[in-house]
């Protein structure tokens, strides 16, 4: 089984492994189903972007997502989606309202009691530390994939971004319970954006106007104000809700505060800088909007996006959280679509099916080749020298 494009040319004659959801979780193709040009133009017109499949180039590799919102996670996405009601039903008139009056009226509303009355905080809570148990040890071994699609920008989303999260404040060393809060920031990290208006979410970021980007932008202060309630139990809640997309140097929102690459930090610092817990979270949540892509925006691979993230340490992300993070993912995952070049093979295109005794010379399939139609071949890249691979999707753009 691997994660493809819904237009990926395999897919034609392809069966589905797994359901396919649209943007509101209605199943649009049961599992089993086989796959033609036809099916996959009409699911992509519904918003799918992406399926995991079985095919000849894949037999014998199981590339799964990492979050299972209908299976082992079901619990923990339906006490998200409760929060959210609970939310949305005291803020969604704040979404057609200026932020500086929004802010205000967020002052008297009772979200955060509401939701500890009704138990949707503890249910929350017990389910975050649910997700810890199944996650926090997860095998990295195929980039820690989603099956959402791009318009699930809140629940689906913030569901993936807690489970990096765990997965990496676990590798940075956390104890137990700073692993459970910091999956809990992570879920809560994008709630301001039930007081942005929809048509300002659907607009890709390439599109929006000025005034557009600013009132998203503005997510992280309402999250914040909504979250605040919150600051004496659990400090991390409003502070990764403002600080997950300020920058190490100072050119995020929406403070401009500055970070200082490093995982360990002085308390004597002489002025704010971003939190560690808030950098694990930007790391995740950089890297999982990568890989489920967003509005106008198409998947990347676990490969590619692992690249991007890579390329922003240091400015942009914290430097040495993210290198933990391509420290533990493969270069190329399991499941990766790659092009070779060179040592008689130039132009095939492979699958990577098993991690080499190299880190970075995996073993591929190769399914495909210019010439015509070939037996897919396994092929171990570390006997290969002078053969190099770039993900598929890479050398598209």
Wanted: hydrophobic residues 40%; charged residues 25%.
């Amino acid at each position: 089984m691997r994660r493809v494009p819904i237009d990926h040319p395999s897919t034609d004659g392809a069966v589905l492994v797994r359901d396919l959801r649209g943007p509101t979780g209605d199943v649009l193709a049961r599992a089993g189903m086989r796959l033609s040009p036809r099916t996959s133009r009409a699911l992509r017109e519904h918003g799918v972007a992406v399926g995991f499949i079985e095919d000849p180039a894949c037999v014998g590799v199981d590339v799964r997502p990492l979050v299972d919102l209908t299976g082992a996670d079901e619990p923990l996405a339906r006490a998200m989606r409760d929060v959210c009601a609970i939310a949305m039903k005291a803020v969604s008139p704040l979404a057609q309202q200026p932020t500086t009056r929004a802010l205000v009226a967020l002052k008297d509303l009772r979200v955060v009691q509401t939701m500890d009355t009704t138990g949707a905080t503890e249910a929350l809570r017990s389910t975050v530390q649910g997700l810890v148990g199944r996650v926090q040890d997860a095998d990295p071994a195929s980039g820690f994939l989603t099956e959402r699609q791009p318009t699930d920008d809140l629940l689906g989303h913030s569901v993936g971004v807690a489970a990096i999260s765990i997965r990496l404040a676990t590798e940075l060393g956390f104890a137990h319970a700073d692993v459970v809060w910091t999956g809990l920031a992570a879920v809560l990290h994008d709630i301001g954006l039930l007081m942005i208006p929809e048509e300002v979410r659907r607009t890709p970021v390439a599109q929006r106007t000025p005034g557009q980007q600013r009132r998203y932008e503005d997510h992280t202060i309402l999250g914040e104000a909504l979250l605040r309630p919150l600051d004496k139990r659990a400090p991390a809640l409003p502070l990764v809700a403002v600080e997950h997309h300020e920058e190490q140097a100072g050119g995020g929102y929406p403070n401009g505060l500055t970070g200082g690459n490093r995982i360990l930090r002085s308390a004597s610092a002489e002025s704010p800088r971003i939190t560690l817990v808030s950098e694990i979270v930007a790391v995740a949540d950089r890297y999982e909007r990568l890989v489920a892509g967003a509005p106008g925006e198409a998947p990347l691979s676990a490969a590619a996006a692992r690249h991007m993230v890579a390329s922003e340490a240091g400015a942009r992300l914290n430097a040495e959280v993210v290198g933990r993070f391509v420290d533990l993912v493969p270069r190329y995952p399991l499941g990766t679509d790659v092009i070779l070049h060179g040592g008689g093979h130039e132009g095939a295109r492979a699958v990577v099916v098993q991690q080499g005794s190299e880190r970075d010379r995996p073993t591929v399939r190769v399914y495909a080749i210019p010439a015509g139609t070939v037996t897919a071949t396994d092929v171990d890249l570390a006997d290969e020298p002078g053969v190099s691979l770039v993900p598929s999707d890479v050398l598209a753009a």
